[in-house]
C-alpha cells in the first residue's frame, strides 16, 4: 500500500469515526426534553420583539460606546509608551500592565461601587456608565498594545521620507505613520472588538432596569421568568448574529495582508 492508499484509508477511519459518534449522540439525545427546554415556542414568541429592540440594541450601544472611548485612551498611551520621555513611558506602562493584570468583572465592580463611594462621583448613566467606563479603562489597556505594536511595525523609511519633504514631526505622526499603523493592527482590534461584544455581558452585575439589558441580562431574566432555557439558546444564536461575520471579516483581512506582504 503507496502514501496515498494509506492517507485515504486513514481519512476514510477518520470519517467513520466522526459518523458513529454523531450518531452515537443523536441516539442517546432525549429530543423531547430539548424541545422542551430549548425549543419552546410560546417562550420565544414571548421574547420577541425585546430581544431585538432592547437586548441586541443595547448590547450594540454599549459595545460602540465602550470601544470608541477605549481606542482614544489606547491611542494617547500608545505614544505615551513610544514617548522619548521616560515618565511617560513608565506611567503609560504601569498603566496597562495593572490594567491587563486585573479581570474586567473586577474593574467594573471597582468603578460602579468602590469608586462612587470613595471619590462621591456618580457616573453618567447611572451603574451602567461606570460599568462601561470599567471596560473602556480594561480594553484601553489591551488596545494600546496593539497599537504601539502597529506604529513600530510602519518602517522607519516612512518617516524619513515625509520629513524630507519638510513635514513636522507631529504632522508626520498623523498623516503618514497612524494611518499604516492603523491598517496594520485592524485585523487584532477586530479580535478585540469581538471580545467586547461579548464582555458587556459582564455589565449585568452591576443592576440593571429592564429598558437596560444586553444580551445576555436579557437572556438571564427571561430564564427566570420562564423556568425555561430557551432564552439562553436565543442569546447565543443573536451573539453569533453579531460576532461571526466579524470574525470572518477577521480571517478576510488577515489573508488579504499576507497576500499583500
Known amino acids: 500500500m503507496n502514501r496515498t492508499q494509506r492517507r485515504r484509508v486513514r481519512d476514510g477511519a477518520l470519517y467513520a469515526v466522526l459518523t458513529l459518534a ?8 432525549d429530543w423531547e426534553a430539548v424541545t422542551t427546554n430549548f425549543l419552546d415556542g410560546p417562550t420565544w414568541r414571548a421574547m420577541w420583539p425585546e430581544i431585538v429592540t432592547v437586548a441586541v440594541w443595547n448590547t450594540v450601544t454599549y459595545t460602540v460606546i465602550s ?5 482614544a485612551v489606547a491611542l494617547v498611551l500608545a505614544f505615551m509608551k ?31 461601587f468602590a469608586v462612587p463611594l470613595a471619590f462621591h462621583w456618580i457616573p453618567p448613566g447611572g451603574l451602567v456608565g461606570a ?15 496593539t497599537l504601539r505594536a502597529g506604529i513600530q511595525a510602519v518602517p522607519k523609511g516612512q518617516r524619513e521620507a515625509a520629513q524630507s519633504l519638510g513635514m513636522n514631526g507631529a504632522w508626520t505622526t498623523v498623516s503618514v505613520i497612524l494611518p499604516q499603523a492603523i491598517r496594520i493592527v485592524i485585523p487584532p482590534l477586530t479580535n478585540e472588538l469581538v471580545a467586547l461584544i461579548k464582555d458587556t455581558s459582564l455589565l449585568f452585575v452591576v443592576g440593571m432596569q429592564a429598558d437596560q439589558v444586553e444580551l445576555s441580562a436579557f437572556g438571564q431574566n427571561n430564564t427566570v421568568t420562564f423556568a425555561n432555557a430557551s432564552p439562553l439558546l436565543a442569546i447565543a444564536l443573536f451573539y453569533l448574529v453579531v460576532t461571526l461575520p466579524m470574525t470572518r471579516l477577521v480571517a478576510w483581512l488577515e489573508r488579504r495582508q499576507q497576500r499583500a506582504r
Open 131 to 145: 460599568g462601561i467606563v470599567g471596560l473602556i479603562v480594561t480594553y484601553a489597556a489591551y488596545m494600546a498594545e
Open 67 to 71: 470601544f470608541v472611548f477605549a481606542f
Open 82 to 112: 513610544l514617548s522619548p520621555l521616560a515618565v511617560y513611558r513608565w506611567l503609560a506602562t504601569a498603566y496597562i500592565e495593572f490594567f491587563r493584570g486585573l479581570p474586567a468583572l473586577v474593574v467594573i465592580f471597582f468603578m460602579a
Open 22 to 29: 454523531l450518531v452515537g449522540a443523536a441516539v442517546v439525545t
